[in-house]
């Protein structure tokens, strides 16, 4: 099927980095997002990558895309406990509505 | 911008009962979606809607149905809840293109449905 899979559960240090990691299986995506879901709220756009792109950085966060492999991951440098939240994958396919597939979500939990 | 409201943030029905989840967006988007989100499972998408007026079925629609009868305003229903409906539900909307392409889908915060 057209999934996106992640690990259910990540914990580390304050101060480390973390290194959340997830796998799509449609070739079509044109973009991959890591969206953001803190206790309680919804959830909401913390950064993306075309898929013509390897790299992207953003002040703490770093996206890294392997095309061939249809791996994902997002790198928190210096997390903080602030950082402790549900992190979902998802990718966009081609298609008349925009149809995104969210992952299963990877849970941070940031040890002080 | 109050961005996209969700009413009611809680709710307990019995087996067999119906209700009406209500959401609303003052961006002006497009399209709409109602997400059901269960543990290990992620979000999955019930039903969506590209403009007012339209519905089309998502990933797990049985047991619900939706209508978008003014553009800022998506409703969710169950005819007679079941146990297996206990989840939350969000809803989120988006533009129909940006310059950018991104689509970022803007979300509620979420309802808490249980089904006794």
């Known amino acids: 099927g057209e999934d996106v899979e992640q690990s259910l559960f990540l914990s580390v240090r304050g101060g480390d980095s973390s290194v959340i990691n997830c796998t799509y299986t449609?070739?079509?995506?044109?973009?991959l997002y890591w969206y953001k879901q803190e206790p309680g709220a919804g959830l909401q756009l913390l950064t993306y990558?075309?898929?013509?792109?390897d790299m992207k950085q953003d002040q703490r966060l770093t996206v890294l895309l392997n095309k061939k492999d249809k791996h994902l991951s997002l790198r928190i440098a210096d997390t903080q406990t602030g950082d402790s939240a549900i992190y979902f994958c998802?990718?966009?396919?081609?298609?008349?509505?925009?149809?995104?597939?969210f992952g299963t979500g990877t849970k941070l939990q940031v040890i002080p | 911008n109050a961005g996209v409201t969700q009413t009611p943030k809680f709710r307990v029905l019995k087996t067999g009962q119906s209700m009406t989840l209500l959401c609303a967006q003052d961006?002006?988007?497009?399209?709409m979606y109602w997400y059901r989100q269960d543990p290990g499972m992620g979000l999955r998408l019930i039903h969506y809607?590209?403009?007012?007026?339209?519905?089309a079925k998502g990933e797990v629609p049985d047991g619900y149905n939706v209508s978008r009868l003014k553009k800022q305003n998506f409703l969710l229903g169950l005819e007679s809840a079941a146990p297996s409906q206990t989840s939350v539900y969000f809803c989120?909307?988006?533009?129909?293109?940006?310059?950018?392409?991104?689509?970022?889908?803007?979300f509620g915060p979420g309802t808490r449905l249980t089904v006794t």
């Open positions: 989120a909307s988006s533009y129909r293109g940006t310059a950018d392409g991104v689509y970022e889908q803007y």
């Open positions: 449609d070739s079509s995506s044109t973009y």
């Open positions: 990558i075309f898929s013509n792109m």
């Open positions: 998802a990718d966009k396919r081609t298609g008349g509505y925009q149809k995104v597939t």
């Open positions: 961006m002006n988007h497009e399209y």
């Open positions: 809607s590209v403009g007012e007026g339209t519905t």
